[in-house]
């Protein structure tokens, strides 16, 4: 069931002063609000420890199953989903990338750019930011049993949040159908030329996979990722062994973990540090707060956020580990430096590392391993997208018939999915690609992780929500994250919006430069507010709210905010 305390502090309309749980049950029940309990002791002798427990008066302890919504089977079907979700394409690349590309100077003059000191703001952002953020997107998502635009009992922050973040969940999912290979490129991305059908042929095969996963929600896709999220790191180590054993191995290892603590006071190596921890952790998409609906009440979602986390992260590591020796064996096969053949961005899992294991004995069963490595590692990913579209969905409408009929919800969604995924696999696709990747995967995530901290900490009240995790864990956060919560992971954020505008450049693919109704598309579609020179002006809502309550999936009462 839904279990959504009360945000704000509920005031009497005579005197203003706050209630407690208990009185507003009782008040509700007096005014006729509520039915009748049979076999249950009214309200006003209802226990002020049930009420603190998150009880209702029908039941005397709150449950821990969603009767309608569904529970995982077990918890590490939990926390494989969220591992497979958190694990993706850039803990293989773009996390060794940021890693040999935040250094140089000194060593340059040398011959060498030694991969520096990024792992220490690595780790610092990951326990002051990473980690606290992850705990509260799932705590968030657990007490409210409800997806990213179910939540509505937060009161609805500047922009809408939830719905901004439905988009950002769709364009990514979109996104990651095509990456570097479309053929025939056209000249503007206006001209979108003919569809390659190789192309639509492995986008509409992905989707089928997808939605054949999902067919059962999370039941069926609880199942999927025993293999999903855990091949990977077989494949992972495969590579590993193999790597390590090659000649030249050593070089490009220490070319990965040599820092060079000159660097330490970049604000370059900060930013990049803060926003790959904040990316690939998936904070902001909603994922993380739809899979958390999923839990039973009182399961241990600190525990939770904390494992996942580290694993994520000594993921990152462990890969970096599988890139460069193949580099250092590359480098020294070429008889150049580790920095001369290690590609930045996408170039170095889809480029420079294949053109590596060309040089191995047996190369197709490496590659073969790879590849259907990285295929599995954007399924992960894809699962939790497209699960957190059909859950706010179906949680939006809330009916006996659409829960019954979440299997087409399910099929709905994947086709729409691939429909719009249809002009990426035109000659134009890699400019539509990446303007989505440019404005659906930064800034706005940014602005989101700001608006739900400052709404939660500060809108709602710390004490509040501190009190509801004590309600659902049986203890409150530890101080440690009291502390990030309220002051350290904004200021962390607020740094990363800061660099990001700071750091702004427009986009460009090769020599190729957008043009300025490109850029709107961008901004207007993704709802990233507008330059000022576009002449818009933004009016914001102020909905009045009351309390209603209503009955929860599992057959108790709630009170919900709801807008009028």
């Known amino acids: 069931a839904s279990r959504r305390m009360i945000i704000q502090p509920t005031h009497t309309a005579m005197e203003g002063t706050p209630q407690s749980v208990l009185q507003v049950w009782r008040g509700a ?13 009214p309200p006003a002798q209802m226990s002020v420890a049930a009420a603190q427990n998150g009880a209702v008066p029908s039941e005397a302890t709150k449950k821990d199953q969603n009767l309608k919504r569904g529970n995982w ?136 996979v997808v939605f054949l996963c999902l067919i059962r929600g999370v039941k069926s896709s609880g199942k999927v ?44 190596v900060w930013g990049d540090a803060a926003s790959q921890i904040f990316y690939s952790l998936g904070c902001a998409w909603g994922g993380l707060i739809t899979m958390a609906s999923y839990n039973k009440f009182h399961n241990n979602c600190y525990r939770d956020s904390v494992i996942i986390s580290i694993t994520n992260c000594a993921t990152s590591v462990y890969a970096g580990f599988v890139i460069f020796s193949i580099l250092g064996f590359m480098a020294n096969h070429l008889g150049v430096d580790v920095s001369r053949v290690a590609d930045h961005g996408p170039g170095l899992a889809f480029v420079a590392y294949p053109e590596a294991l060309t040089l191995l004995p047996i190369s197709p069963l490496w590659s073969l391993l790879f590849f259907f490595m990285l295929i599995l590692l954007g399924l992960g990913t894809q699962f939790c997208l497209l699960e957190t579209l059909v859950t706010a969905i179906v949680d939006e409408v809330g009916n006996e018939w659409i829960l019954q009929k979440k299997t087409y919800v399910t099929l709905g969604v994947a086709v729409a999915g691939f429909l719009l995924g249809i002009p990426l696999t035109s000659q134009a696709g ?135």
């Open 29 to 41: 029940y007096n005014s006729g609000l509520l039915p009748p309990t049979h076999g249950q002791h």
């Open 73 to 208: 089977g077990n918890q590490i079907e939990f926390v494989l989903t969220s591992v497979g979700y958190a694990v993706g394409l850039g803990n293989v690349w773009r996390f060794p990338y940021l890693c040999y590309r935040n250094g140089g100077g000194s060593q340059r003059a040398q011959g060498r750019d030694h991969p520096r000191a990024f792992m220490f703001p690595y780790f610092i952002m990951l326990i002051f930011c990473g980690i606290p953020l992850f705990f509260m997107e799932l705590s968030f998502g657990q007490f409210a049993s409800q997806g990213c635009l179910g939540d509505g009992s937060l009161p609805p922050p500047p922009g809408e949040p939830g719905e901004m973040t439905l988009e950002r969940a769709a364009s990514d999912g979109i996104s990651k159908e095509v990456r570097l290979y479309v053929l025939k490129l056209s000249d503007d991305i206006g001209n979108f030329g003919e569809v390659r059908l190789p192309l639509l042929g492995c986008l509409g095969v992905s989707w089928v």
């Open 225 to 268: 990722v025993y293999f999903t999220a855990t091949f990977p790191y077989v494949v992972l180590t495969i590579l590993f062994i193999r790597g390590v054993t090659l000649e030249g191995a050593f070089t490009g290892i220490m070319y990965y973990l040599t820092p060079q603590w000159d660097k330490i006071l970049e604000a370059k």
């Open 430 to 564: 890699i400019y539509w690609l990446l303007l989505m990747d440019n404005y659906a995967a930064s800034f706005s995530l940014v602005v989101i992780s700001c608006i739900m901290c400052v709404s939660i900490m500060y809108i709602y009240g710390h004490h509040n929500y501190f009190q509801d995790i004590q309600m659902m864990l049986g203890f409150p956060p530890p101080l440690f994250f009291q502390i990030c919560w309220r002051f350290v992971s904004p200021a962390i954020i607020f740094f990363i919006l800061i660099f990001t505008v700071i750091q702004y450049q427009p986009i460009t693919y090769n020599h190729y430069q957008y043009p300025g109704w490109a850029h709107r598309t961008g901004r207007y579609a993704l709802t990233i507010p507008p330059s000022p020179e576009d002449g818009l002006e933004v009016q914001p809502l102020h909905p009045d709210k009351a309390q209603i309550p209503t009955v929860g999936s599992n057959g108790s009462s709630r009170l919900q905010d709801s807008r009028i």
